[in-house]
Nanobody, 119 residues
């Protein structure tokens, strides 16, 4: 069983920065992809950024140039550096990991961490 736990959320003013982390219960190199998703008030969950085991990244247009996703294989941690935060970034942020299982895969989610951007 895989467990993911996010941390680093909180209240920040517009223009500020936060760094989210997701600690995994196993070696993250085994995950073919990991990513951050978010769900704002009254909205559907949406992709923020993903990173493959090879290091390829993908970002939502709304966060390009402001957010950076990274993996620390030594610490089994996924990170999301968020700069120039806007009120519309307010959401619960979730970590997801995809584990390849033979010819299919399993997705695992963390419980989420709240990010609130307000003055």
């Amino acid at each position: 069983q895989v467990q993911l736990v996010e941390s680093g959320g909180g209240l920040v003013q517009p223009g500020g920065s936060l760094r989210l982390s997701c600690a995994a219960s196993r070696n993250i190199f085994s995950f073919i992809t990991m990513g951050w998703y978010r769900q704002g008030p009254g909205k559907q969950r949406e992709l923020v950024a993903t990173i493959t085991s090879g290091g390829s990244t993908n970002y939502a247009d709304s966060v390009k140039g402001r957010f950076t996703i990274s993996r620390d294989n030594a610490k089994n941690t996924l990170n999301l550096q968020m700069n120039s935060l806007k009120p519309e970034d307010t959401a619960v942020y979730y970590c997801k990991a995809r584990l390849l299982v033979i010819t299919s895969w399993n997705d695992y989610w963390g419980p989420g961490t709240q990010v609130t951007v307000a003055s």
